[in-house]
């Protein structure tokens, strides 16, 4: 079992940036696949990035060259750098990790995102 906590979400304006980060409850070295999802109001949740043991990443095309997902086994984190800001980012952000050899996932509780001038 492993527990993920989310955190750094908050309110923004247009324009600016946010870091969020996940911590795990134990080593995420066998969650081979760990992501970021994200639900606005509304909307249904949807895939914002996702980042492999070996640091392949994906991004969702409204977020590319603008977010950044990364990766620290050793400290058993994974964060998402969110630059350029927009309002319809706004939307509570979840953590994701996958033991894709056992069929596993975990979901964190969320984080609020706010975009608002």
């Known amino acids: 079992q492993v527990q993920l906590v989310e955190s750094g979400g908050g309110l923004v304006q247009p324009g600016g940036s946010l870091r969020l980060s996940c911590a795990a409850s134990?080593?995420?070295?066998?969650?081979?696949?760990m992501g970021w999802y994200r639900q606005g109001p509304g909307k249904q949740r949807e895939l914002v990035a996702t980042?492999?043991?070996?640091?392949?990443?994906n991004y969702a095309e409204s977020v590319k060259g603008r977010f950044t997902i990364s990766r620290d086994n050793a400290k058993n984190t994974v964060d998402l750098q969110m630059n350029s800001l927009k309002p319809e980012d706004t939307a509570v952000y979840y953590c994701?990790?996958?033991?894709?050899?056992?069929?596993?996932?975990?979901w964190g509780q969320g984080t609020q995102v706010t975009v608002s001038s």
């Open positions: 134990r080593s995420i070295f066998s969650l081979s696949i």
């Open positions: 980042i492999t043991n070996g640091g392949r990443t």
């Open positions: 994701n990790g996958n033991a894709t050899v056992y069929g596993r996932a975990y």
